[in-house]
């Protein structure tokens, strides 16, 4: 009976496991996807920089668990592009029908303009660039993002170093904020910490 009850717990946690497990992973792929397309500039982010993003962050916060909770915040939303106002239906539909980018996903219309978002996570200030080079509208990255984020980080590729950052907490009634800031190199799969202010104190006024 006891066997019983211990199989029975050790496939419900698993199946828990595989659950919660994707979820996570998704989360840090999507990370590093964004962390990718910032510091290399490209349309779109390579595999294999992706993977090397995801694996030293994830050694960096195996070694430094004040670092756990530090997530990337997106400057712009990738794959989504803003359109100024007057630009038409057969505007857009000439940027879908080019075959340069992939399909549009979804477009909405605003009083101020219309958001284009691709099915492909692209890099947005690339995109634009792109978009005004072919067919010359002017279009803008969507800064809009409503994820949750409490930091910024950065990836060199030439120094293979990272650059995190937490986002200041403000005292108002004392009137400073407190920064926290780490830079690391990873080569070879070891983490060496470069730099460190913890805590960094900001007066306001």
């Not at 909770?69 to 106002?85: A, F, N, Q, R, S």
Request: net charge neutral.
């Amino acid at each position: 009976m006891v066997w019983k009850v211990l199989c029975i717990t050790f496939l419900m946690s698993g199946f828990q496991l595989g659950l919660s497990a994707p979820v996570y992973f998704n989360k840090r792929l999507e990370e590093a996807d964004q962390i990718a397309l910032e510091s290399t500039g490209l349309l779109l982010p390579l595999d294999p920089v992706v993977r090397r993003i995801m694996r030293d962050l994830k050694s960096i916060r195996d070694g430094y668990p004040e670092i756990n909770d530090v997530i990337h915040t997106k400057k712009w939303v990738p794959g989504e592009v803003i359109l100024p106002k007057g630009v038409s239906e057969d505007q857009i539909y000439e940027i879908e029908d080019s075959g340069l980018f992939a399909p549009l996903q979804e477009v909405k219309s605003y009083r101020s303009g219309s958001l284009l978002v691709f099915s492909k996570p692209y890099n947005s200030e690339r995109l634009a660039e792109r978009i005004y080079e072919k067919f010359g509208i002017r279009a803008e990255p969507n800064t809009n993002d409503s994820s949750t984020s409490n930091g910024y980080i950065s990836y060199n590729p030439t120094d293979e170093t990272y650059s995190i950052e937490k986002k200041p907490v403000t005292h108002r009634f004392a009137g400073f904020r407190t920064k926290y800031s780490w830079e690391f190199s990873v080569k070879n799969g070891k983490v060496k910490q470069l730099r460190s202010t913890k805590p960094g104190f900001e007066f306001t006024t």
